[in-house]
């Protein structure tokens, strides 16, 4: 008798094995509607930029806004442990690669000052434009009413993985069916990459979930723990737990897609996958207005026992606007990203995000490759 598996395994599929399959109709780029909300919050654009020292300030945060879009400010960074940031920013970008780590492990023992917080947080809201932050969920507790006073309109908690039931030594952790009611500002958690998982977090009353374990271009945890799910199959899983919660409940809880994508294409599949919003960390420390001075680095690169991430310089290659919504002259996806969307949209039949999310998906390994025989061989001559 054939001795039966010890566990089953399932074929999982990241953006390079899929590709999206043309509506029946068409629709001018120009007629589709691609906002999205979280909670009573609408955004033009949905973009949302990473928690990550590398990408955000309060100065990137006020031009992605002003633009549609939303970034998410790091409030355990060094935004919030110096009081003038763009030195050390000079410092992580000027280090070798081999000493880079323990010099951001060392920038990071730096405590986290309130004052800081607030200031940065009125800085953004100054400017007009809606204001996310970040903390992880050993410091919500404490940070969050300061979040809340400065005037902040969203708070992500964010960590490698967050379930909604976490064991530890601690008396009373972090519960999110508490912390929401507390709060009079959304709350989305992230990340996970699970359909019981996100299902869980969605039925605490959060207001969003965040997609994805290791996808990122800086985060090496894939590496250093082994875990992770690809981010197409990651995205539907979490896609059907919004669709059933909302059947079940009547609320609809937005997902967002968090890391692994490279360029349009990449963000449309997202899109088809199932997600409401993106978000993305490499893309936008390649703009001249990110402070990382072309450098890309993850909020566990710098932990004190086990970093999971590295500085990956990425250059600066272009403007947010440019990135965003063109017009380019680049061929390979990395820019005008709002017009790939719409034109994806447009090309499936898609007249806004919920549609885009009935596109069909076939796997396709060689959706990238098929007919490209030249680009290939001139690529290689570079």
């Not at 959060?206 to 250093?224: D, K, M, Q, W």
């Not at 890391?259 to 449309?268: A, H, K, V, Y």
């Not at 993106?278 to 993850?298: C, D, Y």
Request: aromatic content about 6%; some cysteine.
């Amino acid at each position: 008798m054939e001795r039966p598996q010890y566990k089953k395994l399932r074929q999982t599929y990241g953006f390079d094995d899929v590709a999206l399959v043309p509506g029946d109709i068409t629709i001018n780029p120009d007629q589709t509607d691609i906002s999205f909300s979280i909670d009573k919050l609408t955004f033009s654009i949905p973009i949302v930029a990473s928690a990550m020292d590398g990408v955000v300030d309060s100065s990137f945060a006020v031009a992605l806004g002003k633009l549609g879009g939303l970034a998410v400010l790091n409030l355990e960074g060094v935004q919030t442990r110096y009081s003038e940031p763009d030195s050390v920013l000079e410092k992580i970008a000027n280090a070798q690669p081999q000493e880079v780590t323990a010099l951001l492990q060392k920038i990071y023992t730096e405590p986290i000052k309130e004052n800081l917080a607030g200031e940065r947080i009125r800085a953004i809201k100054k400017a007009g434009v809606s204001c996310a932050v970040s903390l992880t969920p050993a410091n919500t507790k404490r940070m969050s009413p300061i979040v809340v006073e400065a005037g902040a309109d969203i708070l992500v908690v964010q960590s490698t993985v967050t379930t909604a039931r976490h064991v530890s030594k601690s008396y009373r952790g972090l519960i999110f069916s508490e912390l929401v009611k507390q709060l009079p500002i959304p709350v989305v958690v992230g990340n996970c990459v699970s359909y019981s998982a996100c299902r869980k977090l969605m039925e605490t009353g959060i207001h969003g979930v965040l997609v994805g374990v290791g996808p990122g271009a800086a985060c090496t945890t894939r590496e250093v723990l082994g875990v992770g799910v690809p981010q197409v199959t990651a995205t539907m899983d979490c896609a059907a737990a919004r669709e059933d919660y909302f059947k079940a409940s009547g609320r609809y809880v937005p997902i967002i897609t968090d890391g692994g994508m490279r360029n349009g294409g990449d963000i449309c599949k997202a899109f088809a996958c199932g997600a409401d919003a993106v978000m993305l960390g490499s893309i936008f420390a390649q703009t001249k207005e990110a402070p990382g001075r072309g450098n890309h680095w993850g909020m566990a690169t710098p932990h004190e026992a086990l970093p999971r991430g590295t500085r990956v310089r990425v250059g600066i290659r272009s403007t947010l606007e440019k990135i965003l919504l063109g017009p380019t002259s680049v061929t390979d996806g990395t820019e005008n990203l709002v017009g790939a969307l719409r034109t994806a949209m447009g090309v499936c039949g898609a007249r806004n995000i919920k549609e885009m999310h009935q596109t069909e998906v076939v796997i396709a390994p060689s959706i990238k490759t098929e007919g490209k025989f030249f680009q290939m061989m001139q690529a290689s001559y570079k």
